[in-house]
């Protein structure tokens, strides 16, 4: 069941509340704070309910249920402990398309009445759907901690400035901006402590001093591989923050997810091998949007300065005078070995790591393939998958060991994740026969075999046939 929330106005408005019992008395002292024009229908009313009666608070349909209660309410709420009533009073309810609670019962109500925080006029409401309404209950005081109660007499100070807030600061995004300072700034203690002509003449100034026009920025950050819990939580604030967010298409979609909703998002589509928008376009975004004054997140794949072409937009940037920050990520091959169970130095098999990219003829060409084929050391290779044969090729030629394990981690850290295992002396043949797509991620080196024994997230590795399997305990 998706249930639509909505915050009704009851002010004025006439509400059914069937039953005059303790549950029913409750229900009514609710809807009478919310300015519902009560009528409690019900043989018998709890003394308080009673008195309500008497004061002309409350309207008694003294007896037991008609149809004709029903007459010019908005609203119907079934409070008794006879089930055979609710069903009668939904029926009714329904036939005449008035909304009904029944109390306790989520199949018989076409409204749920949602646990509140109340910070009026902030209001926060929670509702199970009537499934779990304890859970509601538990996570309701949780949040009563958790927000200043001065947030409802912040609340109310805006509304009434709301108006000049807006003449001063029409567009959208100075506007977000000057509610953001306002909330770091010293607002919501001088209301705290009920110095309320202070606290309004601090949101006077700030909106005086939000006239200067502010100076676009740019954070370039690392998304990490795709697992969202992988972000830090800067890259998080900075995602937050962002009026324009610049992704590359290898950032992940649950990444994407958690930044700021009303932020534009572009994206850049630059993937090895396909340069859909050419590094200059990427260059020419960031100086339009910054330049305009927003702050715009260079959101890039795994680490920025890790084949990233960061330290190439960073410099870009510095040269036309745009203030920059750097939020690492969390690289590939970091990840990729980490999710597969691959740690990537070994006391005894691995004394280094060498982070090295074979994604164009260009890189493989340049690499120093003597240094890369000593042995004790591991490789993790951002690749296109073309450039495997030469890769195997090549360190064969130069003295790899035929029999070094290896693994290619494809989609690593993302629920779609795949591990591929084998010897050097298979290496493109099995990438091809698996069909391994980008991205995906190479690791050569004895260590790749530890994989077998110590992978824990996704679907096991696939060995190609029976790699030598080494064990923490042999290892030991
Ligand atoms: N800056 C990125 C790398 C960009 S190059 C980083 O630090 O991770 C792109 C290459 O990174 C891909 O071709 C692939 O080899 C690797 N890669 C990125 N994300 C990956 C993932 N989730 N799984 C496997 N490989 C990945």
Redesign the pocket.
Known sequence: MKLYPLFADLSGRQVLVVGGGVVGERKVAGLLEAGARVTVGSPELTPLLRDWARQGRIIWQEGFFSDAWLDGAWLVVAATDDPKLHEHVRAHAEARQVFLNVVDDADRSSFHVPAVIDRSPLTIAISSGGHAPMLARLLRERLEVLVDPVVGSLATLLAEMRGRIRARLPDLTRRRRFYERLLSGPVQSLLRRGQHALAEASVERLLEASDLPRAGSVVLV?AG??DAGLLTLRALRALNEADVILHDR?VSGAVLALARRDAERIEVAK??GQHHATQEQIHALMLEHAAAGKRVVRL?????F???RGGEEIAFLRDHGIAYEVVP?I???L??AAYAGIPLTHRDYAQSVRLI?A?CRNSVDTLDWAALAQDRQTLA????SSELATLQAQLLAHGRAASTPFAL??????PE?RVITGTLAELAAQAALHEVR????LILGEVAALAHSLAWFGRPPVAADAPPRLTLTEAA
């Open positions: 690392g591989p795709g290898l993937q090895a890039k794949g795994g680490d920025p890790i084949f990233g990520g690289t590939a091959a990840a990729c990219t994604h290779v951002y690749m296109g981690v494809e989609n690593g850290s993302r994740q980008s991205p995906a991620l």
